[in-house]
């Protein structure tokens, strides 16, 4: 009987830890935006300019006299 009345409290404790992570959660910020990210997958990035093609370097020339 001593344990089913232990599981009261835990739960209650438990509870209130999950009620403070999600309020902590809500004010900061995490469920602004919940389209955001499934949405900029469809669109390509046009405005960023293409990447610069690699240099190649010259091979290197033996120097022995």
Not at 25 to 36: M, N, R
Request: aromatic fraction near 6%; proline fraction near 11%; glycine fraction near 8%.
């Amino acid at each position: 009987m001593t344990n089913l009345l232990m599981l009261i409290p835990v739960a209650l404790v438990l509870g209130g830890i999950g009620l403070v992570a999600f309020l902590w959660a809500l004010k900061s910020g995490q469920f602004d935006d919940l389209d955001g990210a499934a949405h900029r997958i469809l669109f390509e990035d046009d405005d960023l300019p293409p990447a610069p093609a690699p240099k190649a370097e010259p091979p290197a020339q033996d120097k022995t006299v």
